[in-house]
């Protein structure tokens, strides 16, 4: 109910919109958040040890440790070095270099004053400011229908969308509020709305769920928790 009025607003900018498939307009790079996509799948299903990833350098952790804990967290950090990889080509950015620097800045908390263990995630500020040291400049909404992300991406936008988790399965189940993140590139619009979603999934189960995913709109907006984060270049 509260995303209502965003959702009317939307559709009164995008009413004239012809059917057919719009991009922001840049090349994404793809990058999973975990080092070996093809085992992406048994990570998050079959409790993959991490440790034991044979490509965990490539997130630019010192050791194998470093890169467990830390790749199921950096779904948001993923979607940001995509952007930053699209709107500057040849601007290369390890994940582990973006998780050191955003807990510089104070981005992420795991446990709270008395330190009980809480995982909170990557905080808002934290991501704007990281977005900003790498030249983009970042709006976050909420409440925010998922047509906003048509909107934002036919301005010439890349929208980090928060969904629930299940988008990355080819069968997505249940409802949860948020908890990942994607980065949303496209969209095909059909009869007056959106009918797919383009993007990259940093933790999708399987290749055709990963780079360049085309996700129903009706899948898309059962798993989208009225959040984004819009990134483009700051000048």
């Known amino acids: ?7 009317w607003r939307t559709y009164g900018k995008l009413r004239d919109l012809v059917d057919g498939e719009y991009q922001t307009g840049v090349d994404v790079p793809y990058y999973a ?3 070996s996509p093809e085992l992406i799948d048994d990570y998050i299903h079959r409790h993959y040890d991490g440790t034991q990833d044979p490509q965990w350098r490539l997130f630019g952790a010192n050791d194998p440790a470093e890169y467990a804990f830390w790749a199921p967290r950096v779904c948001a950090l993923a979607c940001l070095k995509m952007a930053v990889g699209a709107f500057y080509l040849g601007r290369q950015l390890s994940l582990w270099q973006l998780v050191k620097e955003g807990l510089e800045a104070n981005g992420y908390t795991v446990r709270d004053p008395r330190g ?17 040291r790498y030249g983009l400049q970042a709006v976050g909404r909420g409440y925010v229908s998922s047509s906003a992300v048509c909107q934002y991406i036919h301005e010439g936008w890349l929208v980090a969308a928060t969904v629930t ?5 080819r069968q997505p189940v249940g409802k949860r509020y948020g908890g990942h993140v994607v980065l949303v590139y496209g969209f095909a619009w059909k ?3 959106p009918a797919r979603y383009i993007l990259h999934n940093p933790s999708g189960r399987f290749p055709e769920l990963q780079a360049g995913a085309s996700i129903p709109a009706d899948h898309f907006k059962a798993s989208f928790a009225h959040r ?7 000048s």
Not at 1 to 7: A, I, S
Not at 165 to 169: F, I, K, T
Not at 228 to 234: C, Q, V, W, Y
């Open 191 to 193: 009869n007056g709305g």
């Open 116 to 132: 009980n263990w809480v995982d909170l995630g990557w905080h808002y500020p934290a991501l704007v400011h990281l977005a900003a």
């Open 165 to 169: 988790p299940e988008l990355g399965e």
């Open 33 to 35: 958040q975990f080092a």
């Open 1 to 7: 109910m509260l995303c209502l009025p965003d959702r």
């Open 228 to 234: 984004l984060i819009a990134l483009r270049p700051s």
